[in-house]
């Protein structure tokens, strides 16, 4: 007998709904000629030193699992990163963990802290996944706006206003994805003694660190007295190109590290063995190309920024990541409507900003991590759309 379709997914599955990148990229997927500004991922190849390291592992046969919690070299690796890059000590054995991208990072961090109820403060717009993560684990997620006008940052007093007796942690992702902002070392110390004085944790998705133009990235777990509280989270996917190999970290004190780590254990074993070496590789040699690849973007953003602006559409100078976030507010229409007509009238593939929160709306991300010449003829066509549609 079949089963009742009630029955088939739980209510929390139920309360979310799929990825609104993914929908719209399976409209895409039927069309020819289609310059996508789509997708968040680099248009690089992994650098050659870092997949002939992971090749020369296959060879080898180094094909086995490797411990839970990460390769002991791995660990050891980012623990000398984090050391150099902020003065950090992280212990490898017990305040690393490797997962399998910053995806499991998330999904895990929400599972070992969150009990039924628990509300977690995140931005709006945010990285499609923080809501979900927290609502997959049986938590609420509360948003705070964040606007145009003040920088897409995240502002102490908004957050204050929305601590309850319920709220177990404040979430941030900077520089940010969809809009590119980052934060200061000011605002983001105002959120620390928030944190602070509600005893909250925080989880700071830092997997954009590396890509920042003209301005300092503050990692938030060297503020006064947040290393013990910050579940710090970073990848390799976006500073590396290795979005496909599926590899990230979580650092944080040895009681959360281990709580993520159960979980890790039963559910995944352990990150792929030959993504952990070439990301020791990336760890290791892969600086040269981290900056190359950073100045190709900062290129590639001037371009979109200017030319966003040129045909009509104000935007907010993103300073993080590789996405502009234009304002579409003068067309008249939703950004759904303008991400969909542009794409069957333009075959311009952008995301509408409600796939990021309901503070999305009247604005698109455009992905600029593609090549300057496909940005330039994005350019062209958006502008023919957006004098079409002048109201
Ligand atoms: C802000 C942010 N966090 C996390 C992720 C997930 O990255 P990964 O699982 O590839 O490490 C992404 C991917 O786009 C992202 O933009």
């Known amino acids: 007998m079949p089963i009742k379709a009630r029955n088939t997914s739980s209510q929390r599955v139920n309360q979310i709904a799929p990825s609104g990148i993914r929908k719209f990229f399976d409209l895409l997927a039927s ?20 997949r002939e390291a992971a090749i020369y592992s296959l060879e080898k046969g180094q094909t086995m699992y490797t411990s839970n919690s990460g390769m002991p070299e791995l660990r050891r690796e980012l623990s000398r990163y984090l050391k150099d890059s902020y003065n950090l000590s992280y212990d490898p054995d017990t ?30 717009p945010h990285y499609v996944s ?11 997620p509360i948003m705070v706006p964040t606007r145009e006008e003040s920088n897409f940052e995240l502002s102490a007093s908004d957050i204050k206003g929305r601590v309850s007796g319920k709220t177990k942690a404040i979430l941030i992702g900077y520089p ?29 998705d830092e997997i954009y660190a590396r890509l920042v133009y003209g301005v300092k990235h503050t990692c938030f777990a060297t503020l006064p007295e947040m290393k013990e509280s910050t ?12 979005t496909g190999w599926r590899i990230g970290y979580a650092a944080a004190s040895k009681e959360i590290i281990g709580a993520m780590t159960k979980i890790h254990q039963y559910t995944i074993m352990c990150a792929p063995t030959m993504a952990q070496v070439a990301a020791i590789e990336a760890l290791k040699s892969g600086e040269p190309s981290v900056l190359e690849m950073v100045e190709d973007y900062n290129r590639r953003r001037l371009v979109m ?34 991400a969909e007509k542009l794409l069957r009238e333009e075959k311009v593939a952008v995301v509408p900003g409600t796939a990021f929160g309901q503070c999305g709306e009247g604005y698109v991300r455009c992905c600029y991590a593609t090549s300057l010449a496909e940005i330039e003829e994005a350019l062209s066509r958006m502008g023919r759309f957006v004098k079409k549609h002048k109201k």
Do not use: Q
């Open 231 to 242: 579940i710090l989270l970073g990848g390799f996917s976006k500073a590396y190109a290795m």
């Open 130 to 140: 923080y809501d979900a993560c927290v609502i997959l684990a049986g938590g609420s």
């Open 305 to 338: 920024v200017k030319g966003l602006k040129d045909i009509g559409l104000p935007c907010f100078e993103p300073k993080g990541a590789f996405y502009a976030f234009p304002s579409i507010k003068g067309s008249g229409m939703t950004s759904e409507e303008f």
């Open 31 to 50: 069309m020819e000629g289609v310059i996508s500004l789509g997708v968040g991922e680099p248009d690089f190849a992994t650098p050659w030193h870092i």
């Open 176 to 204: 940010s994805n969809p809009t590119g902002a980052v934060m200061s070392k000011e605002k983001l110390a105002r959120i620390a003694e928030i944190a602070r004085r509600h005893k909250l944790l925080v989880i700071s």
């Open 95 to 124: 305040e690393l963990l490797i997962t399998v991208g910053v995806s499991e990072a998330l999904d895990l961090t929400m599972r070992a802290i969150l009990d039924p109820g628990d509300e977690v403060i995140m931005p709006d």
